[in-house]
């Protein structure tokens, strides 16, 4: 369909970006990475949602070289920071479950680090739990591949998904994402605030990190903090930004 025709020319006509949206650590503030989030502006409909176009690119295969330009765009961007001295540890990606299932995706990682000259540790790799939970025995040699390359691994909109929590011990992730919305309502309703204490505590059992996505307020950031997260991304310190935008910030907040 006519958005798919657009989208499949997109990369070529340079009508996609990426914002980045940092992450702080919630005691002091500090900024220790980023995540980039794909922007496609359509010469004709503007600025189109990735909620509209990222569905459309998995369903047509095209989140393959879609993917594999986000990946390389935004170690190219690490690069390009660490050389100019911007405080910024690592670059979080989104991977959807079609790149993810390809058999050789740790290779394209490693090929995409190779050619950027950025080292693992400059990257994370967001998989959501139903990515993990697609193939389980396929999804664990993935993850093994990637974690033998040293790419941290977090998992995107942690709570909301289908998988049990067997996978967190069989899978070699490094932090967890709090989703939104448990985040939005701490403060305001004790099951959200039960369900972020229990994901905070079997994190701290299982030594991972725990993000807050989505903190919109200072208040919601201590409130977070007190229960145990970490870090934090959100309105509340940045929104996704352009990448000179974002340098900005960084060196400011840094
Ligand atoms: O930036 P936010 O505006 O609206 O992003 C919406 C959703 O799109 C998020 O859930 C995010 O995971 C997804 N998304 C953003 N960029 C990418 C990307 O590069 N690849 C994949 N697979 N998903 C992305
Ligand atoms: O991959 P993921 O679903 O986590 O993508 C992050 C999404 O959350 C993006 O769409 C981004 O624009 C959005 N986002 C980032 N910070 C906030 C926030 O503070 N509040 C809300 N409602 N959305 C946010
Ligand atoms: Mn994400
Ligand atoms: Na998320």
New binding site residues.
């Given amino acids: 369909h006519a958005l798919h025709r657009a989208l499949s020319q997109a990369v070529q006509r340079g009508e996609l970006s990426l914002h980045y ?1 940092p992450q702080v650590r919630l005691t002091d503030g500090a900024p220790l990475g980023v ?1 980039a ?1 794909l922007r496609w502006h359509h010469p004709r409909l503007g600025v189109v949602p ?1 909620a509209e176009f990222i569905g459309v690119a998995e369903d047509s295969g095209l989140i393959i070289p879609l993917g594999d330009w986000v990946l390389e765009q935004a170690l190219r961007q690490w690069v390009q920071w660490h050389d100019q001295g911007v405080p910024c540890a690592r670059v979080a990606v ?1 991977v959807s479950v079609a790149q993810f299932r390809q058999g050789d995706f740790p290779h394209r990682v490693q090929a995409a680090l190779r050619r950027t000259g950025a080292p693992a540790h400059a990257l994370e790799l ?1 998989l959501t739990e139903s990515v993990l939970a697609h193939d389980a025995e396929a999804a664990l040699a993935t993850t093994e591949a990637l974690r033998a390359l040293g790419v941290p691994l977090a998992i ?2 942690f709570g909301t998904g289908y998988s049990s929590l067997a996978y967190l011990r069989r899978f070699a992730v490094q932090r967890l ?1 709090i989703d ?1 919305s448990f985040v939005a309502d701490v403060g305001r309703d004790g099951d959200a605030e039960a369900i972020v204490d229990l994901i905070a505590a079997l994190a701290q059992r299982l030594g991972l990190q725990t993000v807050a ?4 307020n200072p208040t919601q950031g201590a409130l977070l903090l007190a229960r145990g997260c970490q870090l934090a ?4 310190y940045a ?2 930004m352009p990448p000179d935008e974002c340098a900005s910030w960084l060196r400011t907040a840094g």
């Avoid at 996505?213 to 919109?216: A, K, Q, R």
């Avoid at 991304?233 to 509340?236: E, K, L, N, T, W």
Wanted: glycine share 10%; net charge negative; no cysteine.
């Fill in positions: 949206q995540e989030l990735p989104n967001e995107d909109d994402k939104r996505e989505g903190v919109e991304q959100g309105y509340a929104r996704p």
